[in-house]
């Protein structure tokens, strides 16, 4: 919550310093990032809570929607999470029960699809906010050569915003769902640095090209959105109960897959994650290779070489993070196809149905 307050102070912060300094572009690019995926989010956000408390009084899904309306709808969620993880800390402490060994009975399954759905909505902010800016203040930087404070502070937000995200995300998939194996120390670093640093690369890649031409970055960008957005399309997903929103939820899902692969329907996607980053190496190393042929003399530049340096060897020490994870702390495991919920033995032999939340159908990789 902390982070979510600063990160919006930043935001804030740096927009009113381009403004003054007459940057009024860059100014309304980083509050148009700001504003566009806290719309999105707050929309996703309501729908769940509508489709979570269907057949409940009415009242109260209007004073939510009100809340949404407002653009503060995910302090609700973590007052949520902070009401459910109490509980459950409080619970156990005081009795060792069966939801202690069985974390899809009661209030603990509450508290971990409170945190599940908080740390989906991050995703989505993070691709659709903070991702781009971090984008826009490299090449802001990479432009001009001047460096501020805010820019740094802009740019150290952004980073401190997607690791946290990487990381909290998969912990959350591992505890929501029962048939992933725990997330561990070492996975989660390895985790950690295999996005961090294939994300870098690409957005330095990306920068670079802007820089050469900014009509060339823009088409770029557009033709790998239509290509996660069909590719989503022929996946044929599941996510959302209406149409409309499932429509927005591939839009987004295609932005996502500019900047980083994730697996949405909870499949082997060896053949799949290859051609990605395949795909992002031949794209990266060409655009070094037209800078080398196309504008000679930027080479000579200081900050091209080590922008150049930077791209590269993130980009090759992301790979081998991404191998190691994949080959020593990737889940055997996946899901079963079945849509929300699963049939489980109760305490006393029954059959009881569990709902098993929506990363059911979210399973970022």
């Known amino acids: 919550m902390i982070i979510y307050v600063v990160d919006i102070g930043v935001d804030f912060w740096v927009a009113s310093r381009y403004f003054c300094q007459g940057q009024y572009s860059w100014s309304i690019l980083i509050l148009c990032f700001r504003g566009i995926s806290s719309i999105i989010t707050q929309i996703f956000s309501y729908e769940w809570f509508k ?12 004073l939510v929607f009100l809340v949404h309306l407002f653009h ?22 005081s009795n060792r029960s069966a939801s202690e060994v069985d974390p899809s009975n009661g209030i603990e399954k509450q508290a971990i699809d409170a945190v599940t759905d908080i740390n989906m909505l991050r995703v989505f902010k993070t691709f659709l906010e903070t991702t781009p800016q971090l984008f826009l203040q490299i090449y802001i930087l990479m432009e001009h050569g001047k460096t501020h404070f805010y820019q740094y502070a802009a740019i150290m937000m952004s980073f401190c915003g ?3 995200t990487m990381v909290d995300y998969q912990i959350s998939l591992r505890k929501s769902l029962p048939d992933k194996d725990e997330f561990h120390v070492l996975s989660k670093f390895t985790y950690l640095f295999y996005k961090l640093l294939t994300i870098t690369s690409w957005i330095l890649s990306i920068s670079l090209i802007t820089l050469l031409s900014v009509r060339i970055s823009v ?6 959105w239509i290509g996660g957005f069909t590719w989503t399309l022929k996946q044929h997903t599941t996510f959302c ?3 409309k929103m499932e429509y927005l939820y591939r839009t987004v899902v295609g932005i996502i897959l500019i900047f980083s692969f994730f697996n949405i329907k909870g499949r ?5 994650i290859s051609i990605y980053y395949a795909t992002h190496t031949v794209v990266t190393l060409g655009i070094l290779f037209v800078y080398m042929f196309w504008k000679p003399s930027i080479i000579k530049e200081i900050r091209f070489t080590i922008v150049s340096i930077l791209t590269v060897l993130s980009l090759v020490l992301g790979i081998i993070f991404l191998v190691v994870y994949y080959s020593h702390f990737h889940p055997s495991t996946y899901c079963r196809p079945q849509a929300y919920s699963d049939e489980v033995d109760g305490v006393e032999g029954q059959k009881v149905r569990v709902k098993m939340g929506r990363f059911q159908n ?3 990789q």
């Open 241 to 243: 109960k209406s149409k």
């Open 219 to 224: 088409i770029l960008l557009i033709f790998l």
């Open 362 to 364: 979210f399973l970022m």
């Open 72 to 93: 503060c709808g995910i302090f609700i969620r973590y007052w949520f999470a902070l009401k459910y993880g109490c509980q459950v800390a409080f619970k156990q402490t």
């Open 162 to 164: 997607i690791s946290l």
């Open 51 to 62: 489709n979570d408390w269907e057949g409940t009084d009415t009242g109260k899904q209007k």
């Open 268 to 272: 082997r996607t060896k053949v799949c």
